[in-house]
């Protein structure tokens, strides 16, 4: 059974920073690409950040280019998205995600099999 778990997420304020982390178990972590996800209240989910399996590779969304960073530790299981200079617009549930469909647009949550429950962040003005 795939599980995986965020943390991380915080009320902060602009300007600010976090470091979001997701858990995998039940699943060949060093295998897959993963990605994370954001959703705001009436908002569909958006593709945040990317990374490859042997984590050479990582693509952003344009909004967080230069302010996020994506890695993972293939020895822990673990992937994580460090937010720097956060703003209000990045308030949201963030969702970790396992890659399972290989093509398509790495910012696309249909390619995506496997989900955490989320962690909210919010930033205040």
């Known amino acids: 059974q795939v599980q995986m778990v965020e943390s991380g997420g915080d009320l902060v304020q602009a300007g600010g920073s976090l470091r979001l982390s997701c858990t995998a178990s039940?699943?060949?972590?060093?295998?897959?690409?993963m990605g994370w996800f954001r959703q705001s209240p009436n908002e569909e989910r958006e593709g945040v950040s990317y990374?490859?399996?042997?984590?050479?590779?990582?693509f952003y969304a344009d909004s967080v280019k230069g302010r996020f960073t994506i890695s993972r530790d293939s020895a822990k299981n673990t992937l994580y998205l460090q937010m720097n200079n956060l703003k209000p617009e990045d308030t949201a549930i963030y969702y970790c995600?396992?890659?399972?469909?290989?093509?398509?647009?790495?910012?696309?949550?249909?390619?995506?099999?496997?989900w955490g429950q989320g962690t909210q962040v919010t930033v205040s003005s």
């Open positions: 039940g699943l060949r972590f060093g295998g897959v690409a």
């Open positions: 995600a396992a890659r399972t469909t290989p093509g398509g647009r790495w910012s696309s949550p249909r390619y995506f099999g496997y």
């Open positions: 990374i490859s399996q042997d984590g050479l590779t990582t």
